[in-house]
């Protein structure tokens, strides 16, 4: 089974309901997400986050916020990030020789033409972020799904 980590800046909003939209779609896989800052470690997400996903029929109450840490890079077939910013933080970690995929999540919704997840703590707009996130859900999951 496909082992998918999500990375944003905080793993409270953003990351979490990519977690909580992949794992709806794809039950079977492994899945986790983790913020590049610690601010709110051990946290839920964000409540008005957590509202909005629930509107949609994801359930993010049960998750806690942590850290990415290096020890990330070879446990997971995919690091998916949020924005630019995630993506160089994560890079800076990477150990010398690994070859872990860190890709942009928009890279799997090209229809969309926007290469960012904004952050919805600053934003506001968790539902504009939640129609993102479900946009490049569905096309990593079809991507990842078994061809005949
Ligand atoms: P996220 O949003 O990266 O989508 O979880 C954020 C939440 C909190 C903070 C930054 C981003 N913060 O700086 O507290």
């Given at each position: 089974m496909p082992r998918i980590l999500f990375v944003c800046l905080?793993?409270?909003?953003?990351s979490p309901a990519a977690e909580g939209v992949l794992r709806a779609l794809e039950p079977d896989w492994e899945i986790d997400s983790a913020g590049t800052g610690d601010w709110h470690v051990g946290e839920p997400p964000y409540g008005p986050m957590q509202q909005a996903a629930q509107a949609r029929g994801y359930e993010l109450g049960g998750l806690r916020a942590r850290q990415f840490t290096r020890a990330d890079f070879g446990r997971w077939d995919r690091i998916v990030a949020m924005d630019d910013a995630n993506l160089a933080n994560i890079e800076r970690l990477r150990p010398a020789g690994d070859g872990t995929e860190v890709v942009l999540m928009m890279a799997f919704a090209?229809?969309?033409?926007?290469s960012e997840v904004p952050d919805p703590y600053y934003t506001r707009d968790f539902d504009g972020a939640l129609d993102l996130i479900e946009a490049a859900a569905r096309g990593l999951a079809a991507q990842s799904a078994p061809r005949d």
């Open positions: 905080g793993n409270i909003c953003r090209p229809e969309t033409g926007i």
